[in-house]
């Protein structure tokens, strides 16, 4: 049986947590995994191209 | 190839808000959180052949991002651990269910606890892993991590007990806390 200060430290780890979630992805963020998958599939679609010659 | 060329990158994406906010938790800064998750991100793509199917990808992000953060420190010293760690720095969004000087209290009874044990607390607590989970983020034992989850919680219990705590009752106790009260 949990006390109501251990209940109430619980859910409020989670607030906390949970603000810093709220707050979304900054965008330079996003903008590095778009390079980052862009570049892979450059790379990728530049190998099937040699393959194939 | 038959492999799902995004499906990695969908996965990311799932986790970054919850690496995000565990890394605001070691560093204490957002701009420091932020550099952090991206160095995070880059390493993990690079390494990315190497994270098998069925890989706990949230968990490998986590082990990376928290690798990362002590090796900076290493190099670094005092200037990486500038503030008081946690949850120090004002929030853009505001726990709306708690009034701020509760708030402040309690990050400052997080503040308070030594790193490995606020690690530990957080993991299990709010990003929502398993012991064993966190045990190897942490490259630890699961009865170390059962150990130190154990003694943050006695320790936050003590401080806010001590700053009067006690005697609220359960009036503010969220919805949330009913259907997750498996965690922590």
Known sequence: MMGWVQIRTSARLRALYGAVQDEGVPNQLLDLLEKLDSAEQAQKAKTASRDGE | MSAEPTSFKREMLATLPSLRAFAVSLTGKHDKADDLVQDTVMKAWAKQSSFEMGTNIKARLFTILRNEFYSQMRKRGREVQDSDGAFTERLSVHPSQYGSMDMQDFKKALAQLPDDQREAVILIGASGFSYEE??????????????????????????????????????????????????F
Do not use: F
């Open chain 2, 134 to 183: 966190a045990a190897e983020i942490c490259d630890c034992a699961i009865g170390t991590m059962k150990s130190r989850v154990s003694r943050a919680r006695t320790r936050l219990q003590d401080i806010l007990k001590i700053s009067g705590e006690a005697d609220y009752g359960p009036d503010a106790v969220s919805a949330q806390v009913t259907t997750h009260n498996h965690s």
